[in-house]
């Protein structure tokens, strides 16, 4: 009998042994998923702390003129502190300058790029290529007492390609564009719609249905519900149409017959709430193509305008036929102060990360700045 009491006893050590040994590898397990959590978690924020910083330097060279006092409210944004008063005048520019624009150098760097190219593409335009010399300088610009933030960037414009910046060991690609002059999928009129689809390459079939579904699920009154394959659809995912206006660019994937690839695609192009007309330096070839009776060579002028740096409100105007003035009302040339950013990391820690967001300037420059990442 006592043999039998020391195998019960041993059996219930051994049992008592195990769960101990299961709990503390359990406690391990759960240990290191937390740190590789934590690790990750930091990484990202890191990542974004940087893309913000990177994404700052590029709107503050474009919205705030050199040793500008109000650059110091750009940064705090940049590091999420309170921003400083940004009211106070910069020191007047003396006499010999007061008819040049100080330009910050991103935009000297961008100059000097276009500079180059043009001489390789025509050597023998010496007009051209004094015009960008000129704006090097400052140039053309007008210039004035303390110009405001928005004034700056509607002078400039915004770069007609990304924008390669380097800061603390990082490099990265800062792509902006004017968040207000896309295509506002809320209110697009279907045939500009259509045509942009087609445009983009989406097979005939399929634009049909994707515009009868955006309609719908908008709220346009004339359209009805769309076909009984899309109705199944929503019912088992559950999904009831919205019938009014999108929130945000993702609703799109509710659509039956828009998948991820199809967003990732036009989701440039497109935005929530547009003023009604298409940004000319932000908007893709094919959102230019969709407007009323625009041919291929008004495009290729437009789009070079912008690879060259020099699309404005008068540019624009001789690339548009004449007797069009019903494009200049679809088309502008100066950016809003709503804009969008892609900031990819190419080198240093997160290279590969990629980030998304608005920033939004006014008359004292960048006042506010919004990122998250992009999956």
């Avoid at 008004?298 to 003035?325: C, F, K, Q, Y």
Wanted: hydrophobic content about 45%.
């Amino acid at each position: 009998m006592r043999v039998r009491h020391r195998g019960f006893a041993l059996i219930v050590v051994l049992l008592a042994a195990a769960m101990v040994f299961a709990l503390a590898v359990q406690g391990a397990v759960f240990m290191r998923a937390s740190a590789v959590e934590a690790r990750v978690l930091h990484e990202r924020t890191e990542a974004e702390r940087a893309a913000r910083s990177a994404a700052v330097l590029v709107l503050t060279g474009l919205t705030v003129s050199e040793n500008d006092p109000r650059v110091a409210r750009s940064l705090a944004v940049a590091r999420g502190a309170p921003t400083p008063d940004a009211g106070i005048a910069p020191p007047g520019k003396p006499e010999d300058d007061k008819d040049k624009l100080q330009l910050p150098p991103i935009i000297r760097e961008l100059l000097k790029g276009q500079l180059q190219e043009e001489e390789k593409k025509d050597p023998d335009n010496a007009g051209g290529r004094a015009q960008f010399a000129a704006a090097l300088e400052g140039g053309g610009l007008a210039a004035s007492e303390g110009p405001s933030g928005l004034a700056v960037l509607k002078s400039l414009g915004l770069p007609g390609r990304p924008v390669d910046v380097r800061e603390g060991g990082s490099a990265f690609r800062v792509e902006v564009s004017d968040a207000a002059g896309l295509i506002d999928v809320n209110t697009v009129p279907r045939d500009r719609l259509d045509a942009y689809l087609r445009g983009r390459g989406v097979p005939v079939a399929d634009v049909a249905r994707i515009v009868e579904q955006i309609l719908y699920w908008r709220g346009d009154p004339e359209v009805p519900f769309p076909d009984a394959r899309a109705a199944e659809a929503w019912r088992r995912a559950g999904v009831t149409p919205r019938r009014g206006r999108m929130g945000a660019l993702e609703e799109l994937l509710f659509l039956p017959s828009v998948t991820r690839e199809l967003l990732d695609l036009i989701k440039p192009d497109l935005c929530l709430a547009g003023d009604g007309k298409l940004h000319a330096g932000s908007v893709s070839r094919e959102a230019l193509l969709s407007l009323p009776r625009v041919d291929a060579d008004v495009v290729r002028a437009i789009l070079e305008l912008r690879d060259t740096g020099t699309l404005n409100d008068h540019t624009l105007d001789r690339a548009l036929p004449l007797g069009r003035s019903d494009l200049r009302d679809l088309l502008r040339a100066r950016p809003s102060n709503i804009l969008r950013l892609v900031i990819t990391i190419t080198e240093g820690p997160g290279a590969g990360r990629r980030f998304e967001g608005l920033a939004v300037v006014d008359d004292t420059g960048l006042i506010d700045l919004g990122l998250r990442p992009l999956l």
